[in-house]
């Protein structure tokens, strides 16, 4: 029981008992030898005493009243230590599974009411395979007693039973052999007052474990003669491998058939049994992937055959185009029409008839199954699928060196189909954005080409260059007058020098 506010589980606040079913002896033993050693005595007398608020011949809910009944019946004091024993006692018996505990809110009051569900103990057959508890009970009376208490509820069979060449055959009479119904009358008054008055809630059970694959499904399904089936088997009692099946289902969207398919493999377990999920995941995923690789298969035929035998075919108004998403035209049509006609041609044209006009001949078929794909399986409207056919083409014309790759156009599918681009507007402010950042990309790469020229020239960009003096061979001619010259002030020179050195101590 999980409660926030001790002051929201007082004695003052109400509450009601509700049951389906009786206690026999052999759940009344259950009760004292199994139960009662795992979550106490004090615990089973709480169970017991919310049995008897409904009487023992009747199920259903018992009469709403305060539980100061349960504190005083119990011997418990009504404070809050006492509350918080009540609450502990009644959280055992939920873990044992013996009770279910759930908090109803009343706006009139302004309070909560709080019903106890009992459920059954369980048979010892489903107990004892039941691997946690029989655990916990291991631990509070020790193994030989747990052996000794689960052979005291069984009784043998006969002798003469055991011995070889004994068969058994089922000779029961059916129900439609002894009895006949008249199913001609439909008492419709008999149904409606069986439906109002019925006592048994039907559990409605979570949303997420609607869908999930119980042991039983898988093992029904399994072949008996399968290496794998003493590993499947285990699953009973594994629930983290059991989780994790059903884990690997649910992402890969997997019935119970192909679990069983995935299991039947080699190599899903390991030689002591363990399931191996990274193997079971991958081979999930291929299976996946070839499941919806037909789907796409299937669907594109189908939408063929829709497309043939369509008596009337649907026609479209013409839709125009506004001047601001114009986009040029590309320059294999500009002697053809001009840009209004090419604008009004990618908003109305289906993409086959587009595609033939980009090729004089037949189209790829590649190239048509990829636009087949993105129309009937990513459901692409067809004025978007115009408009990156008009972006390829006008991509494959400005860089010649470029070719079509059908992975790169897909890839170019799918960030459309991610951005939500649906319409025709959308479709061209997405090339245009791209065009944008290609533009970018090509400016910082030609920036990047002149630094590395600079880098092995060495010449730093923007400083002016200095014109060097050419030696064309006549530097070195000199007239006799200004050789002469020359030699008469080489001798004023030597003079002076010679003039110096005797002045000089």
Not at 348 to 371: C, D, I
Not at 426 to 440: L, P, T, W
Request: with cysteine; net charge neutral.
């Amino acid at each position: 029981m999980q409660i926030s506010q001790i002051h929201h589980f007082t004695e003052h606040h109400r509450y009601c008992v509700s049951r389906e079913f009786g206690l026999s002896t052999v759940d009344e033993r259950m009760l004292s030898t199994v139960y009662q050693p795992m979550a106490g005595a004090l615990a089973i007398s709480l169970y017991r005493l919310l049995f008897g608020h409904v009487p023992a011949e009747c199920i259903g809910h018992s009469s709403p009243e305060p539980q100061r009944r349960l504190f005083l019946t119990l011997g418990i004091e009504p404070n809050e230590k006492g509350r918080r024993t009540l609450i502990d006692q009644a959280s055992r018996l939920e873990a044992v599974g013996l009770l279910q505990t759930s908090r109803i809110y009343i706006p009139e009051t302004d309070d909560y009411m709080y019903e106890y569900e009992l459920l059954p103990p369980l048979s010892p057959p489903d107990f004892f395979a039941t691997q946690h508890l029989t655990l916990l009970l291991r631990d509070r009376i020790g193994k030989f007693a747990v052996l000794a208490l689960r052979e005291q509820f069984w009784s043998r069979p006969p002798e003469e039973w055991s011995r070889p060449g004994i068969s058994k055959e089922n000779i029961s009479r059916p129900f439609y052999d002894i009895f006949e119904l008249n199913t001609h009358v439909i008492d419709y008054e008999l149904e409606q007052a069986l439906t109002e008055v019925a006592s048994v809630r039907i559990p409605q059970p979570a949303e997420e474990s609607k869908h999930a694959i119980g042991y039983s499904d898988i093992i029904l399904r399994f072949p008996r003669e399968s290496v794998n089936r003493g590993h499947v088997e285990r699953l009973r009692f594994d629930y983290n491998a059991l989780g994790a099946v059903n884990y690997v289902a649910h992402k890969y969207q997997l019935g119970a058939q192909d679990v069983c398919r995935l299991l039947d493999e080699d190599g899903v377990f390991a030689p002591d049994g363990e399931l191996l999920l990274d193997e079971l995941q991958h081979r999930a995923s291929q299976h996946f992937r070839q499941t919806m690789k037909r789907q796409e298969q299937r669907e594109i035929a189908a939408a063929k055959v829709v497309a043939l035998r369509a008596e009337e075919p649907v026609v479209q108004q013409e839709q125009a185009v506004e001047m601001e998403y114009y986009v040029e035209v590309p320059p294999q049509f500009r002697s053809k029409c001009d840009i209004h006609q090419y604008n009004m041609m990618l908003r109305n044209e289906p993409y086959t008839r587009l595609l033939q006009t980009f090729f004089p001949g037949a189209v790829p078929s590649g190239l048509m199954n990829t636009f087949e794909k993105m129309e009937h399986s990513y459901r692409m409207p067809a004025e978007v699928i115009n408009v990156l056919i008009h972006y390829l083409m006008t991509m494959l014309a400005a860089d010649g060196e470029q070719r079509l790759n059908y992975n790169f156009v897909e890839a170019i599918a799918s960030n459309m189909l991610m951005k939500q681009v649906n319409t025709y507007e959308k479709a061209v402010q997405y090339i245009r954005d791209q065009s944008k950042v290609k533009g970018k990309a090509k400016g910082g790469t030609t920036g990047r080409q002149s630094r590395s020229s600079y880098a092995k020239g060495g010449a730093r960009p923007g400083k002016p260059e200095i014109a060097m003096a050419a030696d064309d061979g006549t530097a070195g001619a000199v007239s006799e007058e200004e050789f002469a010259e020359m030699m008469k002030k080489a001798a004023e020179i030597k003079a002076r020098k010679k003039k110096g050195a005797l002045k000089a101590p």
